[in-house]
């Protein structure tokens, strides 16, 4: 492979559109209709969102997941390929369809059904492990849709440890609640452990930020934790030490679609290139806010000119 083809990142995860309706006046009741005032269809699934989001940063990202041979398949390859993420490792299959996420927008809430399809049936046995080795990091997202690896994300962290990768995980909400899995296993060959702050505490069963940490320190005391706490910012907690980051207030919201994988793209970029882990979350937190000013998950990551003009006229900060 030639050097310059080499990935920063593989992302391996679940792989969808989003059907999004926008301008609705109140969620929907049982056997009444309503109208929605906007619709997008729009590259879906936390997976894909940040590895979308985190190319246009200008970091190179691959990916592997497992679509469908559809019209919806067309929408995510061309929308990950225009963003210049390698799309070489998506599988395609024949009996399954693309999976879909029709979304419900109600002012900075929102409600989702989704539609898994292909998603389910990634399996460890389809990582191509000789090109995840020539990466530098792995990230992996949504373990709750991927029944079919889900059991083997512990070899799967472990393996691309063993090659030479960093790795992190958003492990996202669980539809079923049920919340199983081995964090033991899982969490020592994690790097960075990024829920949001719902999912924490569900799946600590704790009750409050300090035990919650206590349970996870017993369990990997040199991981990055990283505790998205939405319009209030985020929790680092590293070596000991706990940071609050202030959230980025956008005062005029179109929606929060994909603000937490935005965040997620921030914090890898700045991880990536070696900034501290203040910078990588303060980054995080920027990219999610960004993410706010526009619809969809990558509406405001057009491009890196696009989230550094969107960054100073709302924030008033330079990406650098």
């Not at 879909?100 to 049936?121: H, I, K, S």
């Not at 899982?186 to 009750?207: H, R, V, Y």
């Not at 005391?221 to 000991?240: E, Q, R, T, V």
Request: proline share 3%.
């Amino acid at each position: 492979m030639d050097m310059r083809d080499k990935p920063d990142v593989v992302v391996i995860g679940e792989l969808n559109v989003d059907l999004i309706l926008n301008r609705i006046d109140h969620f929907p009741v049982i056997g009444k209709e309503m109208l929605a005032q906007n619709m997008d269809l729009t590259l879906g699934s936390s997976s894909a969102i940040l590895a979308s989001n985190l190319s246009t940063l200008g970091t190179k990202v691959a990916f592997i997941g497992k679509i469908g041979k559809d019209g919806f398949a067309s929408v995510v390859l061309d929308s990950l390929n225009g963003r210049g993420v390698n799309t070489s490792h998506i599988m395609q299959s024949i009996a399954l369809n693309t999976g879909v996420t029709v979304v419900l927008n109600f002012d900075q809430d929102r409600a989702m059904v989704t539609y898994p399809g292909a998603m389910e049936d990634l399996k460890l046995e389809d990582i191509d492990f000789e090109f995840l080795s020539t990466a530098r990091h792995l990230h992996f997202s949504s373990l709750f849709l991927q029944p079919g690896i889900r059991n083997s994300l512990s070899a799967l962290f472990s393996k691309a440890k063993s090659l030479g990768l960093t790795t992190s995980l958003d492990p996202q909400w669980d539809p079923a609640e049920k919340w199983e899995v081995n964090l033991l296993e899982l969490l020592p060959s994690l790097d960075i452990f990024m829920p949001n702050k719902a999912e924490f505490f569900m799946l600590t069963g704790a009750s409050s930020l300090e035990v919650g940490i206590e349970k996870i320190k017993a369990l990997a005391p040199d991981i990055s934790l990283i505790i998205k706490d939405g319009s209030n910012g985020a929790y680092g907690w590293k070596a000991g030490k706990l940071i609050h980051q202030p959230a980025f207030l956008n005062t005029d919201v179109v929606d929060c679609i994909g603000a937490g994988d935005s965040f997620n793209a921030g914090l890898i970029h700045a991880f990536i290139h070696g900034r501290s882990f203040e910078q990588c979350l303060e980054y995080g937190s920027l990219t999610g806010a960004v993410s706010t000013t526009r619809s969809g998950g990558t509406g405001a990551f057009q491009s890196f000119e696009e989230v550094r003009q969107i960054a100073f006229d709302q924030f008033k900060i330079k990406l650098g």
